[in-house]
Each structure stands twice: as structure tokens, then as C-alpha cells.
């Protein structure tokens, strides 16, 4: 357990940590969180909408730490899984050779926000003490062992947390998602200008053909969101969701709850054709960046999927001046519309000494597969040499 000048309180909800202590401890302006997906009101939106549960696998442990005052001083958003779907770093393969050698893979712990590829802090200090963060992991790895789990998983950490974690003898994974950067453009056409001339003719064919025939896209937050909208939006996310994963992952009431909860964070993005919505796609504007989330859409159109999902949003950034759009996990084809390359890191601790000795060479390997990787995807991106810049 942590030192003797913390006390560490495992917490079965996110609602039975007060909203004000929880955004105390997370990066933020004015008790208003950098990162939306830190922001207590996204967990409690999946939680009292049963998408994140424990009958959904998705059981809370958010650690928090207390100093000798009893003042909250660290949290690490945990939860404790039966499986491992929703998290897009994937340990299958682990999972099935340690049942495989008569062990059980399942429970484990998994820090991470869920349903959610976006990189966030774990470690939430606000004082930056590693004393306190090296109590929350270690607190981590004293809970494993109390609720017989085999692992704790930390995904999508900011890169310093990936060095903290690996000093402490975790196991660092990395993987390649991408995003697009701002370098200060006054619109989308300068941003063009960046690119190679075919690439700029082929995103401009792209646009004029998924906006044909009187289709048009409305940037909505705030209060201009209403149920009507999440209805429309909530069908669309429900189709493509049954035919990508079988059963989606969030609900009605998540979206409902995110509407009443933190409105202003969210920019629904929808296509109509004339009055009747067609498309749409959910984002969510943190302090300097877009985060693109979830995308449905009832009609195939050419090239709808791109423009709601990828132009649409570096149209918004350029115009509220934010310097990056993360785009999700996975797709080479983001590299074409000017998304580049960029590392994620994971950190992982395993209590079976045979499975983390396996999976610290599979990471030994896989490390510098993924760093080629990245150097040849850097060789196609669409810009012209010299223009690019993070």
C-alpha cells in the first residue's frame, strides 16, 4: 500500500467522488478539465448510463490518495475487467497464452478511459509529486492482488507518464495513431497549400463530391444540441456500430446524459440532405485540441465519411484556432487527408512471472517494428517536403 503519509480509498463509483475534488486533481483552467475525457462528467455519463459497469465488465476502482490532512492529493480512474473489449490496445494474444498455460487472464484492472482512443493523464497529480504517483501504481498493483487480478493495464498515457511507469519495471508498449496539425492556417485552403498539387486535386474532388446534390454539414454544441439531434445521431452511431463491432458499445442515455452534463465539450457534426439528417459524427473540444469520436451514417454516400469526419474537423480547428485533431484509433487511410503519424504509449503490469517475461520480449520486438513502420508512413504523407511541421 502507499507510504504512511498516504491513505489510498478505492472508489466503487465516479458519483462517490465529488465533481470539484475529481477536477481538482486533473490538468485544467478554472476547475474546467484540458482534456474532456478526464472530466468527471464523461465518466459519470458512462457509468449512470450503465455503458461503462459492472455488468458491462467495466467494474469502477478509482483510486484516490489522501495526504496526512485527509485532502485528496492523486487519482487513477480504474476499473476492474472481465474481458478485454473497448480498449484498442489489444492483449488477446496474451489473454489466451496464459489460459492456455492453466492460468486465468481474467479480472484485471484497466486504467484507461473507456471506449475511448484518446491519449489523457492517468497519473493525476496536480502537485507532480512521484512519490504520490508511485503510490497510486503501487496502490494499482496491491489492489491486483486483492481483487486475484492478473494485470494492470495503463493505455494511451501522455509520454512522461510512459517513462514513470517503466522506471517503476512496468512493461512500455507503443502503437501509431493520426492526427492532424495545425500550423496556424487561416482556412482550409492554406492548408492545401501544404500538400503535393495531386493530393490537394484529389481532397478537393472528394469534398465537392460528398457535399453534391444539396448535402450540407452543421457544427452543433452546447445548447443548440437537443434530443432531437442525439435521436438522429444516436441511429446513425447504432447502424455503424452493429455492422463494425456487432454490438455497440454506448447507449441513448449516454448521449442524452453527455447533453446534460457537459454540453459545451461536444460538436456534433451532422450531414443533411435538404431537412433530413443523414450522417454524423461526435467530437469533443478539449483546451488546445478536437478529439473525432464515434461516426454513423443511414445512406452511402462517396466520400460523406471523409468530409464529416476528417475535413469537417480541421475546418472547425482552423477556425477556433486549435493546434491538433486526434482522429481515433487506427486507419491508414487519415494519411492521405493530411493526419501524419504520431506514437501512442501504453504501460503494463503483469503479476504471472512467465507471461511478463513472454510479453516483455513481444514488446521487445514489437517496439521497433512499429518505429519503421512509422518511418515509412512518413514518406507518405501528403505534403510537400518541407512543409510539414508538429
Given amino acids: 500500500m502507499p507510504p504512511s503519509a498516504f491513505t489510498a480509498t478505492i472508489h466503487p463509483t465516479t458519483a462517490?467522488?465529488?465533481?470539484?475534488?475529481?477536477?481538482?486533481?486533473?490538468?485544467?483552467?478554472?476547475?474546467?478539465?484540458?482534456?474532456?475525457?478526464?472530466?468527471?462528467?464523461?465518466?459519470?455519463?458512462?457509468?449512470?448510463?450503465?455503458?461503462?459497469?459492472?455488468?458491462?465488465?467495466?467494474?469502477?476502482?478509482?483510486?484516490?490518495?489522501?495526504?496526512?490532512?485527509?485532502?485528496?492529493?492523486?487519482?487513477?480512474?480504474?476499473?476492474l475487467k472481465s474481458h478485454s473489449m473497448g480498449e484498442y490496445v489489444f492483449d488477446h494474444g496474451w489473454a489466451n497464452a496464459l489460459e492456455r498455460a492453466g492460468g486465468s487472464y481474467y479480472p484485471k484492472l484497466q486504467g484507461s478511459v473507456p471506449f475511448t482512443p484518446?491519449?489523457?493523464?492517468?497519473?493525476?497529480?496536480?502537485?507532480?509529486?512521484?512519490?504520490?504517483?508511485?503510490?497510486?501504481l503501487q496502490t494499482a498493483q496491491d489492489l491486483a492482488a486483492q481483487r486475484h487480478a492478473s494485470s494492470v493495464h495503463l493505455t494511451f498515457l501522455p509520454e512522461k507518464e510512459a517513462q514513470l511507469t517503466s522506471a517503476q519495471g512496468w512493461l512500455p508498449r507503443v502503437d501509431t495513431q493520426f492526427h492532424w496539425h495545425n500550423q496556424g492556417f487561416s482556412d482550409f485552403a492554406q492548408f492545401l497549400e501544404t500538400l503535393s498539387s495531386r493530393k490537394r486535386k484529389v481532397i478537393r474532388r472528394e469534398r465537392r463530391d460528398a457535399l453534391a446534390d444539396g448535402i450540407s454539414v452543421k457544427w452543433l454544441s452546447g445548447a443548440e444540441l437537443t434530443e432531437a439531434h442525439w435521436d438522429a445521431f444516436f441511429d446513425f452511431y447504432e447502424d455503424t456500430g452493429a455492422r463494425k463491432w456487432g454490438r455497440p458499445y454506448l447507449n441513448r442515455l449516454f448521449f442524452s446524459l453527455l447533453g446534460q452534463y457537459m454540453a459545451d465539450r461536444v460538436v456534433l457534426m451532422l450531414a443533411y440532405d435538404g431537412e433530413t439528417p443523414i450522417a454524423g459524427a461526435i467530437n469533443f473540444r478539449g483546451h488546445d485540441r478536437l478529439?473525432?469520436?464515434?461516426?454513423?451514417?443511414?445512406?452511402?454516400?462517396?466520400?460523406?465519411?471523409?468530409?464529416?469526419?476528417?475535413?469537417?474537423?480541421?475546418?472547425?480547428?482552423?477556425?477556433?484556432?486549435?493546434?491538433?485533431?486526434?482522429?481515433?484509433?487506427?486507419?491508414?487511410?487519415?494519411?492521405?487527408?493530411?493526419?501524419?503519424?504520431?506514437?501512442?504509449?501504453?504501460?503494463?503490469?503483469?503479476?504471472?512471472?512467465?507471461?511478463?517475461?513472454?510479453v516483455a520480449g513481444f514488446l521487445d520486438d514489437e517496439r521497433p517494428a512499429v518505429a519503421r513502420e512509422q518511418e515509412i508512413l512518413e514518406h507518405y504523407t501528403p505534403y510537400r517536403r518541407g512543409d510539414r511541421t508538429e
Fill in 16 to 79: 462517490s467522488i465529488a465533481p470539484d475534488v475529481w477536477n481538482s486533481l486533473v490538468p485544467g483552467t478554472n476547475g474546467v478539465p484540458d482534456n474532456p475525457f478526464i472530466d468527471q462528467a464523461f465518466f459519470r455519463a458512462l457509468e449512470e448510463s450503465g455503458c461503462a459497469s459492472a455488468r458491462t465488465g467495466w467494474q469502477p476502482q478509482h483510486i484516490v490518495i489522501a495526504g496526512a490532512d485527509g485532502k485528496a492529493v492523486g487519482l487513477l480512474p480504474l476499473f
Fill in 291 to 358: 478529439f473525432g469520436r464515434n461516426w454513423g451514417a443511414t445512406r452511402d454516400v462517396p466520400f460523406l465519411h471523409f468530409e464529416v469526419c476528417y475535413y469537417q474537423a480541421i475546418d472547425y480547428a482552423i477556425a477556433h484556432g486549435l493546434a491538433v485533431v486526434e482522429a481515433g484509433a487506427q486507419g491508414d487511410h487519415k494519411l492521405a487527408r493530411g493526419y501524419t503519424p504520431v506514437t501512442t504509449h501504453s504501460a503494463h503490469w503483469i503479476a504471472h512471472s512467465g507471461l511478463r517475461q513472454a
Fill in 118 to 136: 484518446a491519449t489523457a493523464p492517468k497519473l493525476l497529480v496536480p502537485s507532480g509529486d512521484l512519490g504520490i504517483k508511485a503510490a497510486l
